[in-house]
């Protein structure tokens, strides 16, 4: 039952419920070798979430990034990453966009998965508190602890998730224990957010752009994020695609990582025209400033070659939480042997 509801509800988080869903067939695609010819663009489907690290594949479809490496780009939405997983592995999409936890489960399943990059942008994860403690690192929220003995920060978060996993670390790294606050677990995202608006917790483990709107309008600090926690190209979700797809058509992945790079040179350099350019496929329901806020404040520029090492302890230290049951190497997952070449 809670590998279902990890495969329904696991965002790394990043599912927001607002996000429509899109039914999907298994059926293999029929692409084409790539071409540069507009008259002959390779059709790739992209199964994919919300969350501001998915930005580099709305933009590069909008921006014409996509086109410019052959290839014609079409975005599946999903509600939870399961189907997004399922989906791939029938070959009714062509890559997806998932939490990186997700393409664990998948290859311990029997899928022959190929994570091939980080989907792009780093710090994505942050655990923010109301604004009213003055609470803006592990280090305050330590102090805060000894000096409020009798009172019990609520935290919303997902159990068995990164979300959960991120503030267990942060509270390792300053010697707290979870038993000084109220963990209040939910199995809906939104709800999560309503919470925290409404004052029913102290505390939320979520994902930008969601958690920007509330530093933007002045009601929470950020007391942490992944990068910080981590490292910083730990990733929040990462490109996978099929084993097939890799050693049958080498040209499709790099032409595809291709267009990421373009749409994130985009988001780097020009954020402001990628906010413009995201604002005709209303992929984030938020303000256009909250989003433009959430570009800037990346601790880093996108790049796309994610930190396995990390990535690695965070898949162990859900085995030894018996939240996953078997350990996978990320070395038998990962190929980022493209990304890191087109990086150099």
């Known amino acids: 039952m809670w590998i279902r509801n990890f495969l329904t509800l696991s965002l790394v988080s990043c599912v ?5 869903s899109t039914q999907q067939t298994a059926t293999t695609s029929t692409a084409q070798p790539v071409s ?19 930005a ?39 890559f997806n966009i998932n939490p990186f936890t997700l393409p664990f489960f ?29 609470i803006n690192s592990v280090a305050d929220l330590a102090k805060y602890v000894k000096e409020n003995p009798d009172k019990k920060l609520k935290i919303a978060t997902l159990r068995g998730d990164t979300l959960e996993l991120i503030l267990l670390d942060a509270f390792e790294k ?28 102290d505390m939320l483990s979520h994902i930008k752009p969601y958690t ?11 007391v942490t994020d992944n990068a910080e926690i981590w490292s910083p190209n730990t990733p929040n979700t990462v490109v996978s695609t099929l084993e097939k797809t890799v050693t049958e058509r080498p040209e499709v992945v790099e032409s595809y990582l291709k267009g990421m790079q373009c749409a994130a040179k985009i988001i ?14 209303n992929y984030y329901r938020v303000d256009d400033k909250v989003l433009l806020k959430a570009f800037e404040t990346q601790p880093a520029p996108i ?22 049951k078997a350990d996978v190497p990320a070395s038998k997952i990962f190929d980022i042997s493209t990304i890191e070449k087109l990086e150099k």
Not at 56 to 78: R, Y
Not at 125 to 133: F, L, P, R, T
Not at 215 to 222: Q, R, S
Request: glycine residues 10%; negative net charge.
């Open 56 to 94: 580099p594949l709305f933009v590069g479809v909008e921006s014409g990034c996509f086109k410019q490496n052959g290839l014609a780009v079409e975005t599946v939405a999903f509600t939870n990453p399961g189907d997004n997983n399922a989906a791939l592995a029938g070959s009714a999409v062509d």
């Open 16 to 20: 927001i419920t607002a996000c429509a």
């Open 36 to 54: 540069n010819s507009s008259e002959a663009l390779t059709p790739v489907k992209v199964g994919h979430l919300v969350a501001l690290d998915m």
């Open 212 to 222: 920007t709107q509330f530093v933007e309008n002045g009601t929470a600090t950020v």
């Open 268 to 281: 780097n350099e020009k954020p402001q025209e990628a906010v413009a350019l995201l604002k005709g496929g």
């Open 106 to 134: 998948a290859a311990s399943s029997g899928v022959p998965i190929k994570t091939i990059s980080a989907a792009g942008g780093w710090g994505v994860m942050q655990v923010i508190a109301k604004s009213q403690y003055g």
């Open 303 to 324: 790049t796309f070659t994610p930190d396995l090492k990390a990535v690695q302890g965070v898949v162990d230290e859900m085995v030894k939480l018996n939240y996953i």
């Open 174 to 201: 300053e010697g707290l224990s979870p038993d000084s606050f109220e963990m209040v677990y939910f199995d809906d995202l939104l709800a999560m957010v309503d919470a925290f608006k409404l004052d029913k917790v």
